[in-house]
């Protein structure tokens, strides 16, 4: 494969990512989330362990930090998180700013903030997160990791810390 050629997969695999994440598993977790009868087990389409996990709260019971090794963790997890929200009323999230970065033709970071709301858009919550997803052999994208925090801010660039040297 030429560079021109290997330069177009990684920026078709930027947009299947962005597709993948925004068109099917933010729709498929607000579902599982808003509905108290939904089957949190479709979380496992998306993401899959090990799942590596860093989230920082102000509520210890809702930090993690670590790995959900097998799928009855990841949905220990989930539960933790989604509880929360739904006893607040959750229906949907907005999303302030995000941007999606294609490592390669298999593997991208997208990173979002997510203001997750009542359905008379009161905002429950507001997190800053970076996930990491990587397509299979099937072709299918899928979370392998995730890192949040909370914040303020509507952007990105305001949100996470980077330094060069």
């Known amino acids: 494969m030429d ?14 990512a962005r597709n993948w994440f925004f ?3 933010l729709p498929a977790w607000t579902a599982a989330a808003a509905n108290p009868s939904a089957d949190p087990r479709s979380v496992l389409n998306y993401w899959v362990p090990p799942l590596g996990v860093s989230v920082d709260d102000p509520d210890p019971a ?6 959900c090794p097998d799928p ?3 949905l220990g997890y989930l539960a933790a998180q989604q509880e929360p929200l739904k ?13 999606v970065t294609a490592y390669s033709s298999r593997s991208a970071g997208i990173e979002v903030i997510w203001s997750r709301r009542t359905a008379d858009n009161t905002e429950i919550e507001r997190l800053a997160v970076h996930f990491e997803v990587r397509r299979d052999d099937s072709g299918t ?3 392998i990791a995730f890192a949040a925090h909370p914040t303020d801010s509507d952007r990105l660039a305001d949100t996470f810390v ?3 040297p």
């Open 3 to 16: 560079l021109r050629q290997y330069k177009d997969n990684v920026a078709r695999a930027a947009e299947e």
């Open 62 to 67: 809702r930090a993690v930090y670590g790995w």
């Open 87 to 99: 006893a607040a009323g959750y229906t949907h999230t907005e999303v302030p700013d995000s941007r």
């Open 162 to 164: 980077t330094v060069t």
């Open 141 to 143: 994208w899928r979370i």
């Open 72 to 74: 009855d963790s990841v």
């Open 23 to 25: 068109d099917q598993y």
